[in-house]
């Protein structure tokens, strides 16, 4: 009797290189709708960070589904309206979470309102993140689209599958009740002093010593190079200054982003290009989260750089 033969594998590197390739033209072709994306779903959830995991789980969302679609849809509404529901998903979730009800309203249809409002639109493009969770979910929705991202009443209506009126409806309440929100309270409180162990790092990071920080690793440390790879384990996570130290004329500066540290990260510039947030256990890097490769980020966010 024969040997048993050892089943195939179910992957090999051919088709795991193609998959890798695929996703790669794919993530290019909606390379110039994602900085966009990113704003609707940061002022949705009331984060940059948390607008980034939307866009990510959306953007792999519609990859899957892409494939199994007869013909080729309007990419730019059909990747907005994916994102659109990962965003209430997300606040579904919220909602759990903190056991608190959303704001819903009933859209009334009517034929008021001018989404071309100019003075609306500046003040819906200086509102903090955060100010956005005040809005009902259509709302929000809304005034996002129109007074950000600038779509018109019929974009919208299509997107979000409502009428034009109930979109003109939804732009009046929204915007009137953006405009008599209660002034933002005070920010976070900043720590006394940064971490002695940022600061270390820091300093080990601009002097390219790579054996230092590569020490300061946990075995077990986390890698996400925010819309390009994850890496798990210290080895793995090492190779990311190897890459690192092909890159010249940047350098690391410790900073605040809503009262907690982070890095800002410059390449040349006066201001900083990207940042870079850890998570450290008893001195130890377990965490590294690199936005890299998505520096429209900050457009969103307010870094105070020491």
Known sequence: MSEP????????????????????????????????????????????????????????RAYYELAGLREAPAMRAWLFR??????????RRYEVRMGE???????????????????????????????????????????????VLEHSAEEIAEL??????AVKAALVRGRERLRNLPAATAPPVAPAAFSPELLRYIDLFNARDWDAVRAMLAD?????????????????????YTNYDKYSGWRMAPALLDGREVIAAYRGQEQPAYYIELQWDAGQLKAIRDYFFVPYILRDVKLSVA
């Open 5 to 60: 033969q050892p089943a195939a594998p179910l992957l090999d590197e051919a088709a795991f290189a193609r998959m890798r390739e695929e996703r790669i033209r794919f993530l290019e072709m909606v390379a110039d709708v994602r900085a966009e994306l990113h704003r609707y779903c940061a002022r949705m959830v009331g984060s940059a960070a948390d607008g980034e995991d939307i866009v990510q789980d959306a953007l792999a």
């Open 82 to 91: 994916i994102a659109h529901n990962r965003a209430l998903d997300w606040l």
């Open 101 to 147: 009800p959303l704001e819903e309203e009933d859209v009334i249809e009517s034929d008021s309102g001018d989404p071309e409002d100019a003075l609306a639109r500046k003040q819906a493009v200086q509102a903090a993140l955060s100010r956005f969770m005040e809005l009902a979910p259509a709302q929000r929705s809304c005034v996002i689209l129109a007074d």
């Open 160 to 165: 979000l599958e409502l009428t034009v009126p």
């Open 220 to 240: 077990d440390v986390r890698l996400d190079l925010v819309a390009r790879t994850k890496s798990a384990g210290k080895r793995q996570v090492s190779v990311y």
